[in-house]
């Protein structure tokens, strides 16, 4: 299953929005065939192993990180796979969260003669698909928050000025993290300040897993523009890849101008002269976006934070200080007692160049 696992984990930056899988066939205490799910559209992981393995998965025991699917999508139902190819024993790490599945992959083996064993290393198998479990479950993306600081947590001058404060080595760690994402999201003012591109700068030969001249998929890029302030002329419209505009039910003037600049603008209705973020994300879900990665501003991401939207936060630090008039992390409401403070669970820490790369979560409230 350890080896399973390794091998979903080449289709982190491939697999969206589909959940990144790992099958190995085992006969007579060999390795008979593995595989895993690169793309949506094309063979399973379980297809995949099968396809290797030939005749030779006749008899042999899947080791799967994901239950095998039991309904008819792009592809066919890997528990016709399995069963076609003659595997006695499926051990599966955990049951897919997905409603359409949601162990009837596994019965639907029981049934057919296949013996079944679940719960096999689950949670690293969970740690997978992160943003695909909470989409399934709560019909909300997992939303992981990026954030760069100085020493003194100060993410840019008083005058807005942040150009760098983390290292050539930090800035290529994010893009990784772009690449693993459904969607980017940032507000208007950091769209107007800093007219970001928020896509993928890197090849495809530097994302772990894929192939020299593949296909590098870009994210969905998402502004929060509740007035929709957003001009038609800005970068990443231009772009490949598309960009969606939410705004408040009160905006109007300026929809159609975007649309012809190439803008999906998505209205949030009810929610008054503002964005109703929790709206937004489960938009976003009902888009099939798995995971979210915030590149913003200290209003918007301690809105985030204060809505309890926040799933993780990845904070790099560098090695300096800017001073107590320069910009800070996030914008949260005065705290009066310390028993209110917003704590945080350390689960990553480790140094990238010179910078400190702290990843955390927030504890519940």
């Known amino acids: 299953m350890a080896r399973a ?43 995949n192993a099968i396809a290797a393995a030939g005749n030779r998965s006749r008899g042999a025991t899947a080791y799967v990180t994901l239950e095998p699917c039991c309904h008819q999508g792009k592809t ?23 409603p359409l599945v949601g162990g009837a992959g596994l019965e639907v083996l029981r049934a057919g003669g296949i013996e079944v064993e679940v719960g096999v290393l689950q949670n690293e198998a969970r740690e997978l698909n992160p943003g695909f479990v909470k989409r399934m479950s709560e019909g909300l993306p997992y ?47 950091t ?17 772990f897993g894929m192939e020299p001249g593949g296909r590098v998929r870009q994210p969905l890029r998402v502004v ?32 159609t101008q975007l649309e012809a600049a190439g803008a999906e603008v998505y209205v949030c209705a009810g929610s008054g002269d503002r964005v109703d973020l929790e709206s937004l994300l489960r938009h976003l879900a009902r888009m099939e976006v798995n995971e979210v990665l915030v590149e913003a501003g200290a209003i918007l991401t301690g809105a985030l934070l204060e809505a309890g939207l926040v799933d993780e936060i990845v904070l790099y630090l560098a090695p300096c200080l800017l001073g107590e008039d320069a910009r800070g992390l996030f914008r949260l409401p005065p705290i009066a007692r310390m028993q209110d403070r917003v704590e945080l669970q350390i689960r990553d820490l480790r140094t990238v160049g010179p910078d400190l790369r702290i990843t955390a979560i927030p504890k519940p409230r």
Request: proline letters at 6%; hydrophobic letters at 40%; charged letters at 20%.
């Open 143 to 189: 939303l992981r928050c990026k954030l760069a600081a100085s020493l003194d947590g100060r993410t840019a001058l008083a005058n807005g000025e942040s150009k760098w404060i983390t290292s050539d080595a930090a800035r290529r760690d994010v893009q990784l993290l772009r690449a693993r994402s459904s969607a980017i999201l940032t507000g208007v003012g």
């Open 76 to 98: 066919p139902p890997c528990t016709d796979g399995l069963l076609a190819a003659g595997v006695s024993r499926v051990v599966a790490a955990m049951v897919d969260p997905n």
């Open 224 to 255: 929060v523009d509740s007035r929709l302030r957003s001009p038609a002329s800005a970068r990443m419209l231009g772009l490949p890849g598309r960009t969606l505009i939410a705004c408040s039910d009160q905006a109007s003037a300026g929809i």
């Open 5 to 47: 696992i390794r091998l979903a984990r080449l289709g982190l930056y491939t697999a969206d929005p589909n959940p990144r899988v790992g099958c190995v066939l085992l006969r007579d205490g060999e390795v008979v065939g593995e595989g895993y799910h690169c793309r949506a559209g094309e063979p399973h992981a379980e297809g």
């Open 191 to 207: 769209l107007l300040a800093d007219d970001p591109s928020l896509n993928v700068r890197l090849g495809a030969q530097d994302l």
